[in-house]
């Protein structure tokens, strides 16, 4: 059985041949680099994530490793109209195969429609979630009716206002006027 405390560590080959659901949940602040997208890290935001190894015959029937994976969390980030934080759910599910080393990995990628990854003894669980839900984020997120008056346009004070100085080419126009 995987305890909470051997996420990071965990064996992918025995996790799939035990084929039993995995139910997690860690501190946003324990995924440094997701939390660094937070506009303020709340302390009680959880990421909440389910796994589920399997072991499943490859093309030669030959058992192989699969985690099938989803997570979310609920993430304040900067809303791209209003500047203001805007909270965001962010979640991914998702379907991996493992290979035996990079070298399969490269070899198996352009030909294979699902993702890959290469098995260890000790695969940290919690990086890939954190992987998936940073490529889960949105590239603009917005609030759906943004909270204050946006400010639509900037503009000088001065813009548009008559110049002092006289144009320079009102004395061309006038040596091209016909004279009288």
């Known amino acids: 059985m995987v305890t909470s405390t051997s996420y990071r560590k965990l064996s992918i080959a025995a996790f799939a041949l035990e084929a039993a659901p995995l139910k997690g949940r860690a501190p946003l602040a324990q995924l440094v680099r997701l939390a660094e997208e937070a506009v303020q890290a709340k ?3 959880m990421v909440h994530f389910q796994a589920l190894g399997s072991m499943r015959s490859d093309a030669a029937g030959a058992p192989v490793p699969w985690l099938q994976l989803n997570g979310q969390v609920e993430i304040d980030l900067v809303c791209q109209r209003c500047l203001e934080p805007v ?15 990079e070298e399969a990995a490269l070899d ?13 003894p000790q695969f940290d669980l919690l990086e890939l979630v954190e992987d998936e839900l940073l490529m889960a984020l949105p590239v603009s997120p917005k609030h ?13 004070a001065d813009f548009g206002a008559p110049s002092e100085r006289p144009n320079p080419f009102a004395k061309l126009a006038q040596l091209k006027m016909p004279k009288s």
């Not at 909270?87 to 080393?101: C, W």
């Not at 198996?108 to 260890?120: G, K």
């Not at 759906?144 to 000088?156: M, R, V």
Request: aromatic share 6%; with cysteine; net charge negative.
């Open 43 to 45: 302390a009680d935001r």
């Open 87 to 101: 909270s965001t759910l962010v979640q991914f599910d998702r379907e991996f195969r493992f290979v035996e080393s």
């Open 108 to 120: 198996q990628d352009e030909a294979s429609e699902e993702d890959l990854l290469v098995s260890s």
């Open 144 to 156: 759906d009716k943004c909270p204050g008056d946006l400010k639509l346009s900037a503009a000088d």
